[in-house]
């Protein structure tokens, strides 16, 4: 067990400590990480904005100081980093007091940052795992075994069958070039972090209006004057959000409403608690909704004008009684008509979720659910109110733009013959040659091009190794896989993943730790671990969760012998001969594909989303002129970058040179579209069974259309006698990409954009929001039950889905869920974050500072089931999963859970099932702590749209060790 650090120094109580603290002019790490962590589980961190953080040893004498600015490495919010260097070492830091999302503010995580890229237990050299033992190997040998191998799969199996996993922890560019890569290889398997995260988020909410994303920003919140928040723990997974929060609460009187089945950190701050049953989402929702329907509460004019679908989802509602509600929740009606009287008098108002709601076999349901009541009270496209999704990775939001995913090429264009043409008309490539990097697989009499079909998820990789090839909608198995940058404990199932990794031909890790791929498995051979730097060892765009990029400047030259992301891809592509064609138009220095190039070529084809107009030069002089942002609205108020909203947030319209500000909320029909304003995309055509789709009588400010409108198109700038603004460029640019048929998204001069904008309306029209997504398996969201439930009186009224194939894996639901398990199996078993890591810990539980707040994994337990069940707090257990899977963590005994669930936080590894196999990490590489993984014991569970991981209801049992 790691040692606490006294130097000597007896402690007082916690709480003296702080005050004692907080009473001295400075205050090293040690301290201020303890008060921050321990004492109000990362709070504290946000009223020490007069404090500094400084390196453990003194710095070197002589060298100048100089101050570079990052951006937090951990989660979404995007905290700007100010570190000092001195003789190339990093040697001091500060929070960044002129950003306007920390404003002066740390969590334990910012706070520690330092030791995380000077961390002594990374990885230091290429390794080569041989005779079951890792060796060090060079940069050159690596590449090129591995290289061969990947080739020899590809000459025997065909492209699909080696994996290419991405990662949120990629800056823009490198995501960018990641799934860049992944074309040139050849395959659409290539997926990251958010399948398991807010993949059911993005395909709700881009769904419903338009764009998967966060639709105001954390400052917005400032204005809210409710916050209702559902399956989050901003205290502990968002901490310095809280700042923005709390604002509200305190100068608005914004009642703060949190649900959650777990007592939070969070919800400590909460004006209501609800407590509800994990899986039970839809129906809590529902439930809220039904008395502001039948009390009148909701936004008529806003519904009729703006919405599609709303008199379904009351039809849905209305079964929804309290009774019912309570039946299927626990919930007491009483308290959700308090709750829907709260929200209906106090707005707008602003509805937040992370991971607990998105964690589910029907997570796509629970979003759109969401969704759903902020647009029966109107709350949307107003500053206040807004859906605030708050992502977990630092880039996990840019990632997913850049489409590091496996249904999509960069700016969710997908992966359909016209979205390859687009693609290759940037890229300048060969769209003949392109399709030859693909397989074609015959099957059934059938032939089908996997260049248009969707890959294997990341949730789902394990299958594609252990399902028997007949069963996959893909030529072969997965025989080799890549791990970029990600944290295989963060995932479910690991008994079956660890027998995947031993079947595999080959098993590559890329980070700048080992991860827990280094050790889950028992492979002698066939394995590699390469280091990568961290994000302060590079520098490019980051996008935050409110869509705002800020670019990172490097902090120091790469430690040890790892190598920057980019320049590992140049060195694949190297090997795979395409790198001539993929960096055409990228310059390199050295092995170093050039970043600002790379976001040039991004410039130039994202125009989907708006990734069109954030130049390298305007994303630097945010960064140099934080202070001119209002920290409420994100404005520049004078100075360079006046009028702009701070990052340029998606959609910044047209080029560079049209210098669209950004767009700070979407939908805000109050603003022009070229100061910042927006309508609902015109996603899903014009009419619908004889109903009109778009908007009725409503447009943004001094837009020249007078009504809805559909997605801009060359055809229609003629119909409108528009096309006369267009340049004799931006004419040419049309008609060599289809002429009149060409449209806002694949015109590569901006030309369409721009004149649409010039007529201040949105390039991708004016529509209603929609209720109903009758392409999805449940058009208006339904309520069912998980697939491992102890509830089985709600099963034949909320039945799960009929097994299927889609994602090309074949995919279990009423083929689990008929089983009873809740016998053996009787505690439901919900998972998530800790203030002091992040992820599956691998970093954070390598930094000693953080280490030492959380030395020890542990299961929360209601005391009624502690007692039924003999266990004591702080004693050993063994909690059991119902598919055949244990883990030995502590016991803390709590009510911070209910009766009847319990709780794990899944940043652990290195253990697996009672066994510490520390021993199998490269030595000085091991994380200072370890732990069980709670996702050896989650269970089975894919989201019937995304097939997002199911992690926050299953089943478990809990015995004394």
């Known amino acids: 067990m790691l040692r606490k650090r006294t130097n000597g120094v007896a402690k007082g109580p916690r709480a003296g400590s702080l005050l004692s603290s907080l009473a001295t002019k400075t205050m090293d790490r040690r301290s201020f990480l303890a008060a921050s962590g321990i004492t109000v589980g990362g709070l504290a961190a946000l009223s020490l904005p007069t ?85 060090k190997i060079s940069w050159e040998d690596a590449i090129n075994e591995i290289g061969d191998k990947m080739l020899q799969i590809r000459e025997e199996s065909g492209p699909d069958s080696v994996y290419w996993l991405g990662s949120a922890k990629h800056n823009n560019e490198q995501a960018y070039l990641f799934r860049k890569f992944a074309a040139y290889w050849g395959t659409n398997n290539v997926d990251h972090q958010a399948r398991i995260c807010h993949s059911t988020t993005v395909a709700g909410v881009a769904n419903t209006w338009g764009y998967g994303a966060m639709t105001n920003s954390y400052n917005d919140i400032h204005k809210s004057k409710a916050i209702f928040l559902i399956g989050g723990n901003p205290a502990e997974a968002h901490p310095v959000s809280l700042l923005h929060i709390l604002k509200a609460k305190e100068e608005n009187n914004a009642p703060l409403i949190v649900c959650d089945p777990r007592f939070t950190r969070t919800a400590a701050h909460a004006d209501e608690f609800v407590r509800f049953r994990p899986g039970s989402d839809v129906a809590l929702i529902w439930g809220i909704l039904w008395h502001i329907f039948e009390n009148g509460w909701e936004d008529r004019e806003f519904i009729r004008t703006r919405v599609y679908g709303m008199e379904d989802i009351r039809a849905e509602v209305a079964k929804w009684n309290p009774e019912e509600v309570e039946r299927v929740t626990g919930t007491p009606g009483a308290q959700l008509e308090r709750v829907a009287r709260t929200l209906a008098n106090n707005r707008p108002g602003t509805v937040i979720w992370c991971m607990g709601g998105t964690q589910h076999s029907n997570g796509n349901n629970n979003t759109r659910a969401y969704c759903i009541l902020q647009l029966a009270l109107g709350n949307m496209g107003v500053a206040g109110g807004g859906t605030n999704i708050f992502r977990g990775h630092d880039n996990v939001q840019g990632a997913t733009d850049f489409g590091v995913v496996a249904d999509s090429l960069p700016g969710y264009y997908g992966v359909a013959a016209g979205s390859w043409a687009h693609w290759a008309r940037v890229w300048e490539e060969d769209l003949d040659w392109l399709k030859g990097r693909f397989a074609t697989w015959d099957k059934d009499g059938k032939s089908r091009a996997m260049m248009y079909e969707k890959g294997i998820p990341v949730s789902r990789w394990i299958d594609g190794v252990l399902e028997a090839k007949e069963n996959l909608e893909q030529p072969d198995n997965t025989r080799a896989m890549v791990l970029w940058g990600h944290a295989p404990n963060s ?82 592509a190297d090997k795979f001969g395409f790198t001539d064609r993929m960096f055409r138009n990228i310059a390199i220095e050295g092995d170093e594909p050039v970043i600002e190039d790379i976001t040039r070529e991004f410039n130039r084809g994202m125009w989907t989303i708006g990734y069109t107009g954030q130049s390298p030069e305007r994303l630097k002089l945010h960064m140099a002129n934080q202070h001119h942002f209002d920290r409420t609205t994100l404005r520049a108020v004078g100075g360079p970058c006046d009028g702009d909203y701070y990052g340029l947030p998606w959609p910044c319209w047209g080029t560079p040179e049209m210098n669209h500000p950004g767009t700070a909320n979407l939908y805000d029909m109050s603003l022009p579209v070229s100061k910042g304003g927006l309508t609902f995309r015109a996603r899903f055509g014009v009419e619908r069974n004889g109903e009109n789709l778009l908007a009725e009588g409503v447009y943004s400010k001094d837009s020249e259309i007078k009504d809805g409108y559909p997605e801009f198109t060359m055809q229609m700038l003629m119909d409108l006698g528009w096309d006369g603004d267009l340049t004799a460029e931006e004419r040419a640019a049309i008609d060599a990409v289809g002429g009149p048929e060409a449209n806002w998204k694949t015109d590569l001069s901006g030309g369409i954009q721009r004149v649409a904008i010039k007529h201040e309306c949105a390039p991708f029209g004016n529509a209603k929001a929609r209720a109903i997504v009758w392409n999805f398996p449940d058009p208006v969201p339904l309520h069912r039950e998980p697939l491992y439930t102890n509830r089985r009186d709600l099963v034949e009224d909320y039945p799960t889905y009929a097994d299927k194939t889609f994602w090309r894996v074949p995919t279990m639901y009423e083929s689990i869920q008929k089983n009873d398990f809740s016998k053996d199996f009787p505690i439901i078993l919900t998972s998530g974050r800790l203030v002091e890591y992040e992820g599956g810990g691998d970093e954070t539980r390598s930094n000693p500072w953080l280490a030492e707040l959380q030395q020890d994994m542990f299961i929360e337990v209601n005391p009624r089931d502690a007692n039924n069940l003999n266990i004591r707090d702080g004693r050993d257990v063994w909690v059991s999963g119902p598919e055949g899977a244990r883990i030995k963590v502590k016991a803390m005994v709590t009510e911070r859970v209910g009766e009847g669930v319990a709780f794990m936080p899944f940043h652990f590894g290195g253990h697996l099932q009672g066994e510490d196999r520390r021993h199998k990490y490269p030595e000085g590489a091991d994380p200072i702590v370890l732990g069980e993984s709670s996702n050896t014991v989650q269970t089975y569970g894919y989201d019937s749209v995304t097939q997002m991981q199911e992690t926050k209801c299953t089943l478990c049992a809990i015995e004394p060790a």
Request: aromatic letters at 6%; proline letters at 5%.
């Open 51 to 135: 404090t500094r953080v400084e390196a453990s040893t003194p710095s070197s004498a002589g060298g100048e100081v100089v101050r570079k600015k990052s951006v937090c490495t951990h989660c979404s919010v995007g905290c700007t980093v100010e570190a000092e260097v001195q003789n190339g070492v990093w040697t001091g830091q500060e929070p960044g007091w002129d950003s306007p999302f920390n404003l002066g503010a740390h969590c334990a995580k910012g706070a520690s940052v330092r030791e995380h890229a000077h961390g002594e237990r990374r990885l230091k050299s290429p390794m080569k795992m041989v005779n079951g033992e890792w060796r």
């Open 491 to 572: 995932q479910t199932r690991m008994l079956e993943m660890k027998e995947a990794m031993e079947k595999l031909d080959l098993l590559v890790v890329v980070d700048p730790f080992p991860t827990v791929s280094a050790v889950l498995h028992d492979r002698t051979d066939g394995a590699y671990l390469l280091p990568t730097t961290t994000q302060f060892e590079t520098t490019g765009s980051v996008t935050a969760s409110n869509r705002s990029l800020q670019w990172r400047e490097k902090v120091m030259e790469p430690l040890f012998d790892s190598k920057v992301d980019h320049e590992i891809i140049k060195l694949f």
